[in-house]
Every structure is written in structure tokens, then in C-alpha cells.
């Protein structure tokens, strides 16, 4: 009996061990590096891509590197040194127009969370007059936005002065200071001004059709990691579903991002914003249309000479494949 079920196991155990050998070997993880401007107080949603196995599960193994602006990402995306990059598509099409080999694959943050913040001086529009606003580099959203708002309200941009103040903090720190009369500025800052500062335009408002920033790449990364791009795009549809569902996470993420304070209110203010104003995409879609309104915006405001075909600097094939991708 006792040699029986000896037999028994043995036979037993080789078929364990038969199995275990059938078993595929696990997938080694490809690396992908990809590049995010200046963490702000919703940056959770942008980094959410990097926890919880959602590019594990699509084969990769990522690092995302932080850059100061966008000038210097999209140099380090043509020089090879990174895989991808969420950035302005304004910049990649600028980029496009001088011959540069890139790709738009979809954007992920369709909306504007910027406002024109004001000093109590200011009641309206008009009287931006003659006073100083903190602005960014040219061909910036906050530029763009300035001067949507100076033309809808048929305000010269002769009769107003700009100063180019960096990021949002500092532009921020402008106006609570008085050095800037006025600034655009993202709207989570709101949760920190003092009383006589206030929120006078919406950017969505005036710029219904801007795109805050897209996932970009090269032709040659798509040539030559094809795969590896569609699982990235697919990895990203999944962290921002799961962000736009898991609030204290997601706020969570961006404290230990930003380095805030847990009774610091931005990360809390950016995520129900965002929510409110349907501020970002999940599908990652890649609408022309308005990718053909920021070219003409660009025309307008003489960044670009003369306009591109946009078909040879986007990709809508790598998203669909991801869309099949995503969730499993």
C-alpha cells in the first residue's frame, strides 16, 4: 500500500514539475522612458502611469524623467535620449514644421486649467490697459491665452505690457507680489491667493479648442518599437481611468510628487477641477480639428510661417491598437 502511494506522488510530482516546464518563461520587461514637464498640483493624473502594474502589464518597464519645459523635452525626444513625451502639441508642431521626425499619438489633456488671474485692481478686461501681465515663452499657453483673451475683448496688445515670469509659481508669486498687475496662471493657485486676488477669465472659455498637452513621439522609435508604443499608450488609458475614479489616491500621488504638505489645498483643488471641467482624456484621442486651430493659432501669431500637413506628424493607428490593448 505504502509503495502504491509512493508511486502515486512521484507520478504526481513529475506531472507538477512537466507543467512548470510548459510554462511560458515571464516576459522581461522592455524598457520605455518618458518625459513630463514640471509636476504641477494635478500630476497625479500624468504619473499615475507609473504605479499600480499598469505598464508591467503591457510588457514595460518605465521611468519618467521631469523637464524644466517643453524645449528641453522635445531635445531630449529627438536626440533618442527618451522614448516619449507629454508635451504641447504647439511645440511638436513647430517642431514638425522645422523637419523634425515627430509624432502625435493622442492627448490625453484636451482641457485648459488655466485662468488670467488678476490683482483687485482689476475688474475687467479692459483694464489690462497699460498694466503688466506675466506671461511665458512665445508660443506658450499663456501667451496664446493672453492674447485669445486681448482679441476677443479688441484690446491691442500694444496697449498692454507682458513680462516672460517662467512657470506658473513664479507667475503666481508675481502678481501676489505686485511685480505683475495680472498673469495666467493654472487654477489651482486659486486655493491659495489671498482675498484680493481673484480668477477673471476662464482659458477654456476662450480657448474651447486648445489642446494642453499630447503624447509624442518619433517616427523612428514607432519603426523600431512599434509594440513597445502601443502598450505605453495602452498602459496610460489604463492609469487614467483609474485615476479619474480614485480621488484620494490620485491627490495622493501628486503630494508625494510635488513634495506638498498634506494640508496643502492644490492637489485636492486640481483633481476636482479637473473632474468638474472634464479636463482630461481617458481615451487619448486625437482630435485634427483641433490640432489644425492650434496651427492656425500658430500662424496667427507668427510662430509659424506657413502651415504643415498634419497627417505626417500624428499616428492614429498606435492609439486604436492600444484602445485593444487597455484593460487587459
Keep these: 500500500m505504502g509503495v502504491k502511494n509512493a508511486g502515486l506522488g512521484l507520478l504526481a510530482a513529475t506531472m507538477v514539475l512537466a507543467g512548470f516546464a510548459s510554462m511560458p518563461v515571464a516576459q522581461e520587461l522592455k524598457p520605455w522612458r518618458h518625459g513630463v514637464i514640471e509636476p504641477k498640483g494635478d ?106 483673451i486681448l482679441e476677443k475683448y479688441k484690446i491691442p496688445a500694444s496697449e498692454v505690457r507682458f513680462a516672460n515670469l517662467g512657470g506658473d509659481l513664479e507667475r503666481y508669486k508675481a502678481v501676489v507680489a505686485g511685480v505683475a498687475d495680472a498673469g495666467v496662471v493654472a487654477a489651482e493657485f486659486m486655493s491659495l491667493a489671498p482675498k484680493d486676488i481673484t480668477m477673471l477669465v476662464a482659458g477654456r472659455d476662450v480657448l474651447p479648442n486648445y489642446l494642453r498637452v499630447c503624447l509624442t513621439t518619433t517616427g523612428k522609435t514607432l519603426a523600431d518599437r512599434r509594440a513597445e508604443a502601443i502598450g505605453f499608450v495602452a498602459a496610460e488609458m489604463d492609469a487614467l481611468r483609474f485615476a479619474l475614479s480614485h480621488r ?77 490593448r487597455a484593460g487587459k
Design 43 to 148: 500630476a497625479g493624473f500624468s504619473l499615475m502611469v507609473s504605479r499600480r502594474g499598469f505598464a508591467e502589464r503591457q510588457g514595460l518597464k518605465l521611468e519618467i524623467l521631469n523637464f524644466k519645459n517643453g524645449a528641453t523635452a522635445h531635445k531630449a525626444l529627438l536626440a533618442g535620449e527618451i522614448d516619449s513625451i507629454e508635451s504641447s502639441p504647439g511645440a511638436a508642431i513647430l517642431a514638425g514644421a522645422r523637419g523634425a521626425d515627430i509624432k502625435i499619438l493622442g492627448c490625453d489633456w484636451p482641457g485648459v486649467p488655466h485662468w488670467l488671474m488678476v490683482r483687485s485692481t482689476i475688474g475687467k478686461v479692459e483694464d489690462l490697459k497699460g498694466k503688466m501681465v506675466a506671461v511665458a515663452a512665445p508660443g506658450s499657453l499663456p501667451n496664446l491665452l493672453i492674447n485669445a
Design 248 to 324: 484620494d489616491e490620485t491627490i495622493k500621488l501628486t503630494q508625494e510628487v510635488i513634495g506638498a504638505k498634506p494640508d496643502d489645498p492644490r492637489p485636492a483643488y486640481a483633481y476636482d477641477d479637473t473632474i468638474r471641467n472634464g479636463l482630461v482624456d481617458a481615451a487619448i484621442s486625437l482630435p485634427m480639428d483641433k490640432l489644425q486651430w492650434m496651427q492656425a493659432e500658430l500662424l496667427k501669431a507668427g510662430n509659424l510661417k506657413e502651415p504643415i500637413d498634419l497627417a505626417k506628424i500624428t499616428d492614429p493607428d498606435i492609439r486604436a491598437e492600444a484602445a485593444k
